[in-house]
């Protein structure tokens, strides 16, 4: 399994902490079994929502259009000392139906988050986190060809937002 870390400054002016500040990011990876993983800080309490777009794509808050039929993305949440305070794998009423499945297979996660460091990973259904903590690693996707739950070959492509950050 190979990890890719990006490390995020987020400092935000006055006036944005008031807004709170949101970052978009899209890529792919490079085989089944891969983690993405994503540095952020916190300046101040803040209500963050991850949400994805890989699997029935849409318009991300930077405003690019996303195009459906990316593998089916699983998000996790970790602290700064890397325990896991939370994953997410489909994300229900609060994302958009692919077009082609009909299937709600993007994630939304919601945390209320103190300020601190937090690292965020982004892979593949069945790749999930097996925790608790960071260094505990991933399960893998037990698929190849990025298959989502029905068995329908999907591309490496993944999109997600982190939003509401102060």
Do not use: C
């Not at 925790?131 to 492509?157: I, K, V, W, Y």
């Amino acid at each position: 399994m190979k990890k890719h870390i990006l490390t995020l400054s987020l400092v935000a002016m006055s006036a944005m902490q008031a807004m709170g500040a949101n970052f978009s990011f899209t890529g792919n990876l490079s085989g089944d079994d891969d983690v993405q993983l994503f540095g952020f800080s916190v300046g101040a309490l803040s209500n963050v929502t991850l949400r994805t777009w890989s699997y029935a794509g849409g318009v991300n808050d930077a405003g690019a259009v996303i195009p459906a039929g990316g593998f089916d993305p699983i998000l996790a949440l970790f602290d700064s000392t890397g325990a896991l305070i939370d994953q997410n794998d489909d994300g229900g009423a609060n994302v958009d139906p692919d077009p082609v499945t009909g299937a709600r297979y993007d994630t939304y996660l919601e945390a209320s988050l103190a300020p601190g460091s937090y690292t965020v990973s982004v892979m593949q259904y069945q790749n999930f986190a097996i925790g608790p903590n960071l260094s505990d690693g991933f399960g893998g996707s037990l698929t190849t060809n990025f298959e989502d739950a029905t068995g329908d070959t999907r591309t490496s492509a993944w999109a997600f937002d982190i939003l509401n950050v102060q």
